[in-house]
């Protein structure tokens, strides 16, 4: 059994309320390595609630990344007022900004002051179709509406204001819940979207079959995760 299967069936002090996607998660159950934490949260649901609304999304594509260790990571190097959230503790949204346009979302794991998280990469929408369809008119079909990280926080309407949430606290405007767990043959794993370092690194995590993953492109060339 793997460790976010275990730290998602262990024994916790659990108070929040279930909902249609399930109950959010505690911060104990995010604090685990990136690698882990990766699995953990295929078919989990991120919701997002904004003066429009709220916007849920299953997740279906995310990647891990770790700090010091990880040549791709923003901790490589150290820490910086930019990823001062990537160093914990877990639970928390780490919001950046790329290519000066678009914004990533990750969630913080691992034990505080330990650096890691997971990106974000594309997922399905389960609740505000309508506020989604609204946020992202140009959309071919349900499938694209969340499909790559920038588009994903677009539909959910997380930008900069963002960085840092809670997600483990149910006033929150940006909410992890556990969804349902994704059988393990329908996993698949692979190398990282785009990055410049460790692009044969199997940190991407994706559910096969799903239409929201996106299309894999190798990494190369130096650009900003």
């Not at 295929?42 to 260790?69: C, F, K, W």
């Not at 990537?86 to 794991?109: D, E, I, Q, S």
């Not at 309407?157 to 997600?167: A, F, K, P, S, T």
């Not at 190398?191 to 096969?208: K, L, N, S």
Request: with cysteine; aromatic share 6%.
């Amino acid at each position: 059994m793997a460790t976010g299967e275990r730290a998602r069936e262990g024994e916790q002090d659990i108070t929040a309320e279930t909902t249609t996607h399930g109950r959010i998660f505690t911060r104990a159950e995010l604090a685990l390595d990136p690698v882990d934490l990766a699995e953990l949260l295929l078919g989990a649901v991120i919701e997002s609630t904004g003066p429009d609304g709220t916007v849920a999304v299953r997740l279906v594509e995310v990647e891990a990344y770790r700090g010091l260790d990880d040549p791709a990571s923003h901790c490589y190097r150290g820490r910086t007022p930019r990823n001062a959230v990537m160093w914990g503790p877990a639970g928390h949204l780490y919001v950046y900004f790329v290519y000066g346009m678009h914004f990533c979302a990750n969630v913080v794991g691992t034990e505080d002051g330990q650096p890691g998280a997971v990106l974000l990469r594309a997922g399905e929408i389960v609740a505000g179709a309508e506020i989604a369809r609204a946020r992202k008119p140009a959309a071919r079909g349900s499938g694209e509406l969340a499909k790559g990280p920038a588009i994903l926080t677009s539909v959910l309407g997380i930008d900069r204001e963002q960085n840092g949430v809670d997600l483990t606290d149910p006033d929150s405007p940006v909410r992890l819940l556990t969804g349902a767990r994704v059988p393990s043959e329908l996993i698949r794993t692979g190398p990282r979207v785009g990055v410049a370092m460790a692009m044969e690194t199997p940190w991407r995590f994706w559910i096969d079959g799903s239409p929201a993953v996106s299309t894999y492109r190798r990494g190369g060339r130096k650009r900003p995760r």
